[in-house]
């Protein structure tokens, strides 16, 4: 291909530069159901510009895509999220946020390969929609943790409650978070993080539902 002396290569701003101190990274994934707040967290939390890939919903998703709880949503996720944030001067967490229509799960399994740890993010409006999502974790062996995003209208819960209604061990953390604050999103990947070096501490395994 000619370039004209008047075109302009660009490349990665200078913020969204690698720290030189960075010596470690990890690949960590955000799932969870339709309108959950996926991209929202990424967004909010990603210290460089986060890449997204969302498209226009249009008319051919009536009756296939299930948007209860996000009438007002206009677009969704139909490959992935990319974000960046380093946790330490040395360690520095990849963030991947997977589609939430079920239609585009096929494409879970690339993001889940090489993951560290997942954050499952839960909308107490429809938790049915996160036992596929945990399910499939489980399947893969990714530990995760559990973050329910608080959306103004939605019932508030006990976290025992939660636990119970969600089948899920003693040993996975829940935590309530609104992923438009970047401090209660750094919050989740932090309870994450603890939850990933206490099992490498310990030397268990990711744990599983608690009828596994």
């Excluded at 061990?169 to 603890?194: G, K, N, Q, W, Y």
Aim: hydrophobic letters at 40%; glycine letters at 8%; a negative charge.
């Amino acid at each position: 291909m000619d370039f004209k002396s008047s075109d302009t290569i660009t490349g990665p701003r200078t913020e969204d530069h690698l720290p030189h101190t960075a010596q470690a990274a990890a690949k960590i994934v955000i799932v969870g159901g339709f309108g959950v707040g996926k991209t929202t967290m990424v967004g909010s939390v990603s210290e460089i510009r986060p890449l997204t890939t969302e498209e226009t919903m249009t008319q051919a998703g009536i009756g296939v895509d299930d948007n209860f709880g996000s009438k007002s949503k206009t677009a969704t996720t139909v490959a992935m999220d990319f974000g960046r944030i380093s946790i330490t001067d040395e360690l520095v967490l990849y963030l991947f946020g997977t589609p939430g229509q079920e239609r585009f799960w096929f494409l879970w399994n690339g993001l889940f390969e090489g993951a560290l740890g997942a954050v499952v993010l839960v909308d107490t409006r429809r938790l049915e929609v996160s036992f596929d999502v945990m399910g499939r974790l489980e399947e893969r062996g990714v530990p995760f943790v559990v973050a329910v995003n608080d959306f103004p209208d939605a019932p508030r819960y006990a976290v025992e409650e939660l636990r119970q209604a969600l089948d899920l061990s003693e040993e996975i953390p829940i935590i309530r978070c609104d992923v438009r604050r970047r401090a209660s999103s750094r919050d989740v990947l932090m309870t994450l993080m603890t939850f990933l070096h206490s099992l490498a501490m310990s030397g268990a395994t990711a744990p599983g539902a608690a009828s596994a």
